[in-house]
């Protein structure tokens, strides 16, 4: 069993919007969940990828939701990682070695919509965002608040990794 880092999830309208590795938790919070994850991926007797969100209540871990399956907050992994949670997904279903994960450089992953589509197609082709790895899912119809994919960006210092991607969505809210 491996398992990636706690990844932070922030949703805008019921709908993911960003995604953050390393998680802004502390070390111990992040240990408790990856123990509880593993603890409870071994009662399942899970073989593939699950997906497990965890809400931070107090001091309390609380487990939302369950996806069986390689999950939208964990596209940045493609980009990220040493191996992404599709392969990884593959090679446990195969029977095949895990990788031990390890994060490349830290990681913000914007999930785009619709809506988001042209701006996003414009602001990728500027110095400021061009370094941002575009992924589109090929989707036929670009429908408001549907996911049609996402940009993720890497840098080594999370301040200005934050600052650059709020300047990229901040068009987003008008």
């Not at 240990?31 to 399942?44: C, F, N, V």
């Not at 988001?116 to 061009?130: G, K, M, N, R």
Request: hydrophobic fraction near 45%.
């Amino acid at each position: 069993m491996q398992a990636f880092p706690a990844i932070e999830n922030v949703h805008q309208n019921q709908i993911l919007h960003l995604s953050t590795c390393p998680a802004k938790i502390d070390d111990a919070l992040a240990e408790r969940a990856e123990k509880l994850a593993k603890s409870l991926i071994e009662k399942l007797d899970f073989v593939g990828t699950l997906a497990i969100e965890m809400f931070v209540v107090g001091d309390d871990l609380i487990i939302n939701e369950l996806a069986p399956r390689p999950h939208n907050s964990g596209h940045l992994t493609l980009d990220a990682f040493n191996v992404s949670q599709f392969e990884q997904h593959i090679r446990a279903v195969c029977g095949l070695p895990l990788i031990k994960p390890e994060l490349l450089k830290p990681a913000v992953m914007v999930n785009l919509l619709g809506q988001h589509l042209d701006y996003t197609l414009v602001a990728w082709q500027t110095p400021e965002f061009s370094q941002g790895k575009l992924h589109l899912y090929g989707k036929k119809e670009m429908k408001r608040d549907r996911k049609i994919g996402h940009l993720t960006f890497l840098g080594d210092d999370m301040k200005k990794l934050d600052m650059r991607v709020s300047k990229f969505v901040e068009p987003f809210s008008n």
